[in-house]
């Protein structure tokens, strides 16, 4: 497959010091390919499997010192012909060779979609999708989960409002996390008031900004069947990460300590829903703030109704943690933004970046039963992997963008 937008090859000539060639383009730029690159990447049906996307050539088959024996250009820059100094021949496509420019940046086909970082003026602008519309049409399905890497929450609006929506929309995308203190499915669980709740999110109090452990980076999926038509119960929802930059710039040494001192979480009891026993005890060590190779912030974890009363750090550095913990505490506060979900909503939301609250809220007094027509709501887990993909493929359908 070509792409008739990219340029065509005009020139190439082979570099014996550098073992490598280089190219010019029909729009005046060049690039250089160097020949082992290019042996190890041959299009041919000897070298690579085009059903799969995958590489046939062997490592061990590799000559790091090939050469190549002539070469020339073809229909009309389209493609490159190389006779290698092993007797093998290849040819390669002048878009993919394009495609794959040592100084292209991203390879990913969504490469463009990047965190955008947001505060409490996101009140009234959280990207809000109709939940039919996600589920019937790829261009809104599309649009939902981009919406959901670059800014981190989005809600659905006008689901049906009863149990098992979660596991409809989620096939959608791929197919939810399985987890153990999940209901029967181990795929979806209940949040309503319970008595001798397994989790204080089975009651009505308020809870603090939190990820949820596990499953750790994860997107997070809350369906609403019935709110509380009593007073409270509305969600918090802060971007961690834009309180963690926030954090940096004004409390850098509380900063470096939540991004190299491990906390401790754990989460241990047995849940009793749908009358399934599941007996659990996880433990998690961790940074609360978590960065890749480029310094760039990658995760944030906090839960501060699993963080465990032991410490395990030196006894004198206690109090410091604690000021660090609270000043990012404070941060994830003063930049919240408050939600109230109405019936047939589905906040949907990066687990390990949008940590999410909820206000108290009011529930029949002195009671002493489990009630679900309290308030109700349904939740569920995707991979973040599974997504990316999803969206990976809908961008290539949608734009006829040729895989690499």
């Known amino acids: 497959m070509d792409c008739p937008k990219a340029p065509k090859l005009t020139t190439v000539s082979g570099d014996a010091n550098s073992l490598m060639y280089r190219i010019g383009w029909s729009d005046g730029t060049s690039s250089q390919y160097p020949f082992v690159w ?15 996307h995958q590489r046939l050539l062997l490592v061990k088959k590799l000559d790091l010192d090939i050469t190549p024996h002539g070469e020339e250009i073809l229909d009309g820059g389209a493609t490159l012909k190389v006779r290698w100094s092993n007797g093998h021949t290849g040819e390669y496509q002048s878009s993919w060779l394009r495609q794959h420019q040592f100084d292209k940046g991203s390879y990913d086909p969504i490469g463009d979609v990047v965190i955008r970082p947001w505060g409490s003026e996101m009140t009234d602008r959280i990207p809000r999708f109709k939940y039919d519309d996600v589920m019937e ?4 399905l599309y649009k939902w989960l981009v919406a959901l890497c670059e800014v981190g929450l989005a809600v659905l609006e006008g689901a049906p409002t009863e149990l098992g929506v979660l596991k409809r929309l989620g096939e959608r995308v791929c197919f939810l996390m399985k987890m153990s203190f999940c209901g029967p499915d181990k795929e979806t669980f209940k949040i309503y008031p319970k008595i001798e709740p397994a989790s204080v999110a089975y009651g009505n109090l308020e809870i603090g900004p939190h990820n949820d452990y596990p499953p750790g980076p994860a997107v997070q999926m809350l369906h609403c069947i ?3 038509r009593r007073e409270g119960g509305e969600n918090q929802f802060s971007d961690a990460h834009h309180a963690a ?21 754990r989460t241990c009891g047995i849940d009793n829903t749908d009358d399934r026993s599941a007996e659990y005890h996880y433990i998690k060590t961790r940074p609360v ?18 963080r465990a009363p032991y410490m395990g ?4 550095t206690v109090r410091d943690i604690y000021v660090a913990i609270k000043r990012f505490h404070d941060i994830l506060y003063e930049h919240a933004i408050e939600n109230r979900m109405k019936d047939g909503d589905i906040a949907t939301f ?19 039963a489990n009630n679900e027509r309290e308030r109700l709501l349904e939740g569920a887990y995707l991979e973040w992997d599974e997504v990316y993909s999803r969206v990976r493929v809908l961008r290539e359908k949608m734009d006829g963008e040729m895989r690499l």
């Open 38 to 52: 290019l042996q190890d990447n041959c299009r041919c049906v000897e070298c690579y499997e085009p059903a799969c």
């Open 137 to 140: 049409s790829d261009d809104a």
């Open 226 to 228: 019935t709110q509380t």
């Open 245 to 265: 930059l926030i954090l940096r710039e004004k409390f850098p040494e509380s900063y470096h300590l939540l991004k190299t001192v491990k906390i401790n979480h």
């Open 289 to 306: 703030i978590e960065e890749d190779s480029d310094g760039i912030i990658k995760n944030v974890f906090f839960n501060n109704q699993l």
């Open 313 to 316: 750090v030196p006894v004198d």
């Open 350 to 368: 990066s687990n390990c970046r949008v940590l999410h609250g909820r206000a108290e809220f009011e529930t029949v007094a002195n009671s002493t």
